[in-house]
């Protein structure tokens, strides 16, 4: 009898990205070009251009000699994103760019200008284990894990976009990070504390961007939220809370199963007192399922105390999914009733809407079109 294999059983071995100047620490670059027969100072010189000029091409490395600029450039910052596709709306003030990584892995990115910002929402993994009904990238499941370069060249490449002008109204500089697209940032810890310091490192060592206007987003990893507060980095944090009770969350957001509401809450609580940074929550409203008034009450009554602030999304519909948006209606009796409790409440923008918006919608497009 012939043994049949199951090969969807077996884990995906895959290779690793290759290595690169933004997985380390600065003081471990000088040391790694070292070891690939560089001069040591050259990693500070290839992190100068790479960080603070955000100069891609070794040809404009004018202070290193001109035989040896693509060596150091193959060696220390080989290029990890490749371009596959951009769409854009919003007569082009929002942008996402679909990626490809060294193993044909697909990651999604979205760069907004707004009149006062520029933000990019990034990838932290390509798909998702955290498994939430409603999410497109959760019903892929996870893939792997991004390196922190594979994080930081996003980042990069939207910092060149906002730089060269390539949105609407003039060159700009990229102020605002959100981890908000593919991916639970915290079951990526260590890759995603490197690319915070990415972030925040002031020139050359980094791109000097204030903690401030960075944002991690957590379905509530108690775990991962107690080590960020360790990290001393003042990032802000998101909670993607999306119901107030554990009876409906355990199905929504299936990590509350380990991790309850009020345990979520008192780690966001903790982490607000070590940061002085006012914490939000992030509440998809889904038609019929988390929008009545009575969780907003509930919502409510959890909040009126804590200086958190809701930031409420209307869920963008996944195609071929049962879950939907809320009613105008009762999208506006729930702001009213956590406004009446103090809370401060958004309703966030819908932009990205006509190009597939929700995380994880442009990648499985492009995988559909591919099968
Ligand atoms: S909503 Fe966020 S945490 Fe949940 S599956 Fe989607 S990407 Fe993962």
Known sequence: MTEIKLVFDEPVQRKKAPKHLADLAPADRKAWATELGFPGYRANQVAT??????????????????????????????????????VTCDNGMTRKDLWKLHDGVLVESVLMRYTDRTTVCISSQAGCGMNCPFCATGQAGLTRNLSAGEITEQIVAAARTCANGELPGGPTRLSNIVFMGMGEPLANYNAVARTLRNITDENPNGLGISARSVTVSTVGLVNGIEKLMAEDLNVTLAISLHTPDDELRDSLVPINSRYKVREVLAAADDYEKKTGRRYSI???????INDQAWRADLLGRLLKNRNAHVNLIPLNPTPGSKWTASRHEDEL?????????????????TRGREIDGACGQLAAAELAKAD
Request: no cysteine; charged share 25%; proline share 6%.
């Open 282 to 288: 992030e509440y998809a409203l889904i038609r019929d």
């Open 333 to 349: 009796e729930f702001v009213r009733v956590l406004e009446s409790y103090g809370v401060p409440t958004t309703v966030r923008d």
């Open 49 to 86: 251009h790479y960080f603070s000029h955000l100069a891609h091409d070794p040809n404009t490395w004018t202070d290193i000699p001109a035989d040896s600029r693509q060596a150091l450039a193959d060696a220390l910052t080989p290029s990890l994103i490749k371009l596959v596709r951009t």
